[in-house]
Structure formats: structure tokens, C-alpha cells
């Protein structure tokens, strides 16, 4: 039989070029040959029957539409498939996929992969919640925020990873959109430019994403996220930017956009143009309720900026009048309402996912003056924090705790509406917890300031980490994790304090 002779990809290819076109088959045939699933997998939005699964295509010579495939199991080894199916990805949304199985048991442990050219993805773990009626035993959770590519390694992903959790909250700042500095020293640095087109913020998800630590999280268990600035530009504040842009709203789509692709989002949540719904209700059975509020997308701006400038600055009271307008609001009148008509008093507990420290922090010693505060979180807005803590004590919220991260320090705090009375009631409890990578400010910073506030009852601005928490009808455990050397990708990790909330007992105790 006289052999067929096959022309090599390679020749073709050439061929193809020569002609002004790329056939088809041979675009396939190169994305075949490249990783695809470089970016790993990861899980998030969980039901009672079902959860968000996301991956992302990474490629030259992708098609234009690549059908991907996803399956679910029971077990690791995939032998018991319970749910599979096939999503398009597709250049408008980075090839990005975001499937949605749904018809799966609650409160129960699943696997997942995907599969498209040839190629086949990591496997991820997964979970569902447990039913609405389920009353569980626990619920294992942390949070963490400010990962801050170029201010240091991921070693605290990894110490997460060995920990039992069945959710991972994030807070805020997955990316930062500035440029590393061009004179810095930094060993991890921000590829391109400050991020401003859809174009920047995919390839600045992407550097993120390619690390392995944070992959290896993604992939052990479902995150519910909300965003705080820098996923779009530091201390931005509704449609006003802090250099005053005049095109900010157009970096805003964009941002928000590449944010939803880069997440395991529902379909549902996909942004329309600025407008992506950030809040919403978790229930974990009977339990606790998970409340998650964006501070960004409706907040006033920031009173009292610098010349020239929006944003946050560092005030004395007694020279900026706005700061007490009781009129500006954080999260907007219809998020307000949102969030009063969200807490239930029918469950032990009741936990608000939110950006940035709630309790107060006064850095002027009081016998010098009403006090010094900072504009961009809740100090700046002190009457819509007040609202909130007055809509807990009117409503009688059981065991209300509230979750924070932005400032880059671990903070445990009492909420209450009289600061000044050491002897008010204690209305809710408060976990503020530290950047996984970002800088913070001196300690000795914190320990000038901490005097001045005595509801406050630990602060470290000097611990790079996140918090762990174990969640059961009576109680609250806490703790505060490490890293012993943040730029050591390897770095041994440690349990830097703990602390416990008891059930009709606000406030957090030592423990």
C-alpha cells in the first residue's frame, strides 16, 4: 500500500499564513497544545441544591467558541457523576465559564472538573448549604482581603488550605489596579500599568489568578465575594474617582465587568454596565443567617478631601462639619433598607460580610479634641453607622457579628451606639481581620491609638493572615492566623490570638 503523505501542523500553518488565513482546525489544534486551565477552578454562590462552578480559557489561538465541559461527583475519583453539562465560552466574557448545577443534595461535599480540546482541568471540592428547615451543627468559615500582588507571597492561602472550612468569605481587594512602582524593590511586581480598560483588569485577574496557593483555596472549597476600591480604583466612591476622571464611569464597566468574569458568579449577577448586585442572603439551615452589603457602588463621597482630589483623608472634626451631615449614607437608602429588612431574629445568629472596620477609631487623644478620624470607612460616615447599629437594637437581632477586612490589621471590637460611655451596651460583636499580603501601618501607630478607644480589644496592624471561625448554636470560636514572614512563599503560619463570642453575650471574650 503506498503511504499517504500528511502534511505537519507546522507546514500547514505556514501555508495558512501565506494565504492571509488560519483554517479552523489548525486554531483547535494550537489551543490543544496549550494549557488551558491555567488559571485553576473554583466554586462559589452555594444553595441548598446547587452552586456556581467557574474556570477560564487561557490561550493564543483559542477559538472564538470553545464548548467546555463540567461534571460533578459524589467522590474524588469521580466514579458516581451526578451532574454534568457543556458551556460556551467565548471572547466577550474572557472565555470565562460559569456553570450552575443544580438538583444537588444539600449540606453535602461534592467534586468537580472541566474538560475542553482535549484537555481536562484540576479537580476542585465543593459544597452545598444546608436546607432552609436543616438545622446544622456548625458552620466553618473564614475571611480574608488585600492581596496585594507586589507587597508579598501567599503563604497564607496555604495555611487556609489546611484548614476544615466550608466557606471562605472575601472581603475586598482580590486585585489592586495600580502599577508597581518603577524605582521599587518589590520581588513580585504588577505586570503593565494601572488598570483601566477591559484589557487591563482580565490580564491583572490573570497574574493573580496564576498563583498556586490561591488556586489551590479555590479549589477546596465555595467563596462568597463582595469587592471593595481597588477591584476598580483606590477610594472610589460612586461615579467619582479619587483623581476626579472625568471617564471614570467607563473604567467602572469595565472593572466591574472582568470582576464578574473572573468569579464563580451566576449568570444572574453579570453586570449591567456599572451595576452589579453585591448584597445578598446566605442562610446556613436554621443556624445563622450570611448577609453580604457593597459600601462602594451608592455610598456620598468622601467629605473633606485633599486639594484637589476625592477620596479618603484624615480629619479632626472640628474642621470638617460634614463629617457629622446625618444625612450621608455608606451603602445607599436602598441598600439601607435592604439590609434592615435582611436580619432575622429567628436564627441564633446573624453574620453582615461587609468591606472595611465598623467599630470606631478615634486616633485624637479626646482630651484634645472630639476626636480625628479617617473619611473612607465607617468613621467617615458615623450617622449611617449609627442607623445600622439602632436597626439591630430595635429589631432584637440575636448574636449579631460583623465581618470587616480593608485596613490591612487584625481588629476585635465591641459595636455600640455611645462610644464614650465604657459602660454602654454592647449591641454586636466585631472581627476586622488583616490583609493576606497588603502593608499595613506601624504598629506603634495602633498602640497610640488604641488607649483612645477602649472598645476595641486588639489591634495589630503588623500581621499579614486571615481569621478562622467554627460557628455552633452557642457559640463563637476565633481565630487570628499568621504569617511568620510574609514575603517567604513557604512561611510556617501561627495563631497570633483567639477569641469567643457566646451566644446573649455581645462582644468578644479572650479565649
Same mark, same amino acid.
Given at each position: 500500500?503506498?503511504?499517504?503523505?500528511? /502534511?505537519?501542523?507546522?507546514?500547514?500553518?505556514?501555508?495558512?499564513?501565506?494565504?492571509?488565513?488560519?483554517?479552523?482546525?489548525?486554531?483547535?489544534?494550537?489551543?490543544?497544545?496549550?494549557?488551558?486551565?491555567?488559571?485553576?477552578?473554583?466554586?462559589?454562590?452555594?444553595?441548598?441544591?446547587?452552586?456556581?462552578?467557574?474556570?477560564?480559557?487561557?490561550?493564543?489561538?483559542? /477559538?472564538?467558541?470553545?464548548?467546555?465541559? +463540567?461534571?460533578?461527583?459524589?467522590?474524588?475519583?469521580?466514579?458516581?457523576?451526578?451532574?454534568?453539562?457543556?458551556?460556551?465560552?467565548?471572547?466577550?466574557?474572557?472565555?470565562?465559564?460559569?456553570?450552575?448545577?443544580?438538583?444537588? =443534595?444539600?449540606?453535602?461535599?461534592? +467534586?468537580?472538573?472541566?474538560?475542553?480540546?482535549?484537555?481536562?482541568?484540576?479537580?476542585?471540592?465543593?459544597?452545598?448549604?444546608?436546607?432552609?428547615?436543616?438545622? /446544622?451543627?456548625?458552620?466553618?468559615?473564614?475571611?480574608?482581603?488585600?492581596?496585594?500582588?507586589?507587597?508579598?507571597?501567599?503563604?497564607?492561602?496555604?495555611?487556609?488550605?489546611?484548614?476544615?472550612?466550608?466557606?471562605?468569605?472575601?472581603?475586598?481587594?482580590?486585585?489592586?489596579?495600580?502599577?508597581?512602582?518603577?524605582?521599587?524593590?518589590?520581588?513580585?511586581?504588577?505586570?503593565?500599568?494601572?488598570?483601566?480598560?477591559?484589557?487591563?483588569?482580565?490580564?491583572?485577574?490573570?497574574?493573580?489568578?496564576?498563583?498556586?496557593?490561591?488556586?489551590?483555596?479555590?479549589?477546596?472549597?465555595?467563596?462568597?465575594?463582595?469587592?471593595?476600591?481597588?477591584?476598580?480604583?483606590?477610594?472610589?466612591?460612586?461615579?467619582?474617582?479619587?483623581?476626579?476622571?472625568?471617564?471614570?464611569?467607563?473604567?467602572?464597566?469595565?472593572?466591574?465587568?472582568?470582576?464578574?468574569?473572573?468569579? /464563580?458568579?451566576?449568570?444572574?449577577?453579570?453586570?449591567?454596565?456599572?451595576?452589579?448586585?453585591?448584597?445578598?442572603?446566605?442562610? +446556613?439551615? =436554621?443556624?445563622?443567617?450570611?448577609?453580604?452589603?457593597?459600601? =462602594?457602588?451608592? *455610598?456620598?463621597?468622601?467629605?473633606?478631601?485633599?486639594?484637589?482630589?476625592?477620596?479618603?483623608?484624615?480629619?479632626?472634626?472640628?474642621?470638617?462639619?460634614?463629617?457629622?451631615?446625618? @444625612?450621608?449614607?455608606?451603602?445607599?437608602?436602598?441598600?439601607?433598607?435592604?439590609?434592615?429588612?435582611?436580619?432575622?431574629?429567628?436564627?441564633?445568629?446573624?453574620?453582615?460580610?461587609?468591606?472595611?472596620?465598623?467599630? *470606631?477609631?478615634?486616633?485624637?487623644?479626646?482630651?484634645?479634641?472630639?476626636? *480625628?478620624?479617617?473619611?473612607?470607612?465607617?468613621?467617615?460616615?458615623?450617622?449611617?453607622?449609627? @442607623?445600622?447599629?439602632?436597626?439591630?437594637?430595635?429589631? *432584637?437581632?440575636?448574636?449579631?457579628?460583623?465581618?470587616?477586612?480593608?485596613?490591612?490589621?487584625?481588629?476585635?471590637?465591641?459595636?455600640?451606639?455611645?462610644?464614650?460611655?465604657?459602660?454602654?451596651?454592647?449591641?454586636?460583636?466585631?472581627?476586622?481581620?488583616?490583609?493576606?499580603?497588603?502593608?499595613?501601618?506601624?504598629?506603634?501607630?495602633?498602640?497610640?491609638?488604641?488607649?483612645?478607644?477602649?472598645?476595641? =480589644?486588639?489591634?495589630?496592624?503588623?500581621?499579614?493572615?486571615?481569621?478562622?471561625?467554627?460557628?455552633?448554636?452557642?457559640?463563637?470560636?476565633?481565630?487570628? @492566623?499568621?504569617?511568620?514572614?510574609?514575603?517567604?512563599?513557604?512561611?510556617?503560619?501561627?495563631?497570633?490570638?483567639?477569641?469567643?463570642?457566646?451566644?446573649?453575650?455581645?462582644?468578644?471574650?479572650?479565649?
Amino acid at each position: 500500500m503506498t503511504a499517504l503523505w500528511t /502534511p505537519s501542523r507546522r507546514g500547514l500553518l505556514q501555508a495558512a499564513l501565506a494565504a492571509g488565513c488560519v483554517p479552523a482546525f489548525l486554531r483547535h489544534a494550537d489551543a490543544a497544545t496549550e494549557p488551558l486551565f491555567r488559571l485553576g477552578v473554583a466554586s462559589g454562590s452555594p444553595r441548598a441544591d446547587g452552586v456556581v462552578l467557574w474556570t477560564r480559557l487561557l490561550g493564543d489561538a483559542l /477559538p472564538a467558541e470553545v464548548a467546555v465541559q +463540567w461534571e460533578v461527583a459524589e467522590d474524588e475519583g469521580f466514579k458516581t457523576i451526578v451532574a454534568r453539562g457543556t458551556e460556551q465560552a467565548e471572547p466577550g466574557t474572557a472565555h470565562s465559564v460559569h456553570a450552575e448545577p443544580s438538583g444537588l =443534595r444539600p449540606d453535602r461535599w461534592y +467534586w468537580y472538573r472541566f474538560r475542553a480540546l482535549g484537555q481536562e482541568s484540576a479537580a476542585g471540592r465543593t459544597r452545598t448549604t444546608p436546607a432552609a428547615d436543616a438545622r /446544622p451543627a456548625s458552620l466553618r468559615f473564614s475571611i480574608a482581603s488585600c492581596q496585594r500582588w507586589d507587597h508579598g507571597e501567599y503563604a497564607a492561602w496555604s495555611d487556609m488550605a489546611k484548614q476544615d472550612l466550608d466557606l471562605v468569605l472575601f472581603l475586598g481587594d482580590y486585585i489592586y489596579e495600580s502599577a508597581t512602582a518603577i524605582d521599587g524593590k518589590a520581588p513580585r511586581r504588577h505586570a503593565g500599568g494601572a488598570c483601566h480598560t477591559l484589557d487591563d483588569y482580565r490580564a491583572r485577574y490573570a497574574q493573580y489568578k496564576s498563583d498556586p496557593r490561591l488556586q489551590a483555596m479555590h479549589a477546596k472549597a465555595p467563596w462568597i465575594l463582595i469587592w471593595d476600591d481597588h477591584e476598580v480604583q483606590n477610594d472610589w466612591a460612586g461615579d467619582v474617582s479619587e483623581d476626579l476622571a472625568p471617564d471614570f464611569h467607563q473604567r467602572r464597566i469595565a472593572a466591574a465587568q472582568a470582576y464578574w468574569e473572573h468569579q /464563580p458568579f451566576p449568570a444572574s449577577m453579570r453586570p449591567k454596565g456599572v451595576d452589579i448586585v453585591l448584597s445578598h442572603r446566605v442562610d +446556613w439551615g =436554621r443556624l445563622a443567617r450570611l448577609i453580604t452589603i457593597d459600601d =462602594r457602588s451608592w *455610598r456620598d463621597q468622601q467629605v473633606c478631601p485633599k486639594p484637589g482630589r476625592a477620596g479618603s483623608n484624615t480629619v479632626n472634626v472640628k474642621d470638617c462639619p460634614d463629617l457629622l451631615n446625618p @444625612r450621608r449614607t455608606l451603602l445607599g437608602a436602598p441598600q439601607e433598607q435592604w439590609l434592615r429588612d435582611s436580619w432575622d431574629a429567628t436564627r441564633p445568629w446573624n453574620l453582615l460580610a461587609q468591606q472595611t472596620l465598623m467599630t *470606631r477609631f478615634n486616633a485624637q487623644d479626646p482630651a484634645k479634641g472630639p476626636g *480625628r478620624y479617617w473619611t473612607d470607612g465607617w468613621d467617615g460616615y458615623p450617622f449611617a453607622r449609627e @442607623r445600622l447599629l439602632r436597626d439591630l437594637a430595635s429589631r *432584637r437581632v440575636p448574636n449579631a457579628v460583623v465581618l470587616g477586612g480593608d485596613v490591612h490589621a487584625n481588629y476585635v471590637a465591641d459595636l455600640k451606639l455611645d462610644w464614650n460611655d465604657e459602660k454602654a451596651a454592647v449591641l454586636a460583636s466585631e472581627f476586622c481581620g488583616t490583609s493576606i499580603s497588603s502593608a499595613g501601618r506601624e504598629q506603634s501607630q495602633v498602640d497610640k491609638a488604641l488607649p483612645f478607644n477602649p472598645h476595641i =480589644r486588639y489591634g495589630r496592624s503588623d500581621q499579614r493572615g486571615y481569621m478562622r471561625f467554627e460557628l455552633q448554636a452557642g457559640r463563637l470560636d476565633a481565630e487570628l @492566623r499568621s504569617v511568620q514572614s510574609p514575603w517567604d512563599a513557604d512561611s510556617p503560619s501561627f495563631s497570633a490570638a483567639r477569641f469567643v463570642v457566646e451566644a446573649g453575650r455581645p462582644g468578644p471574650q479572650p479565649a
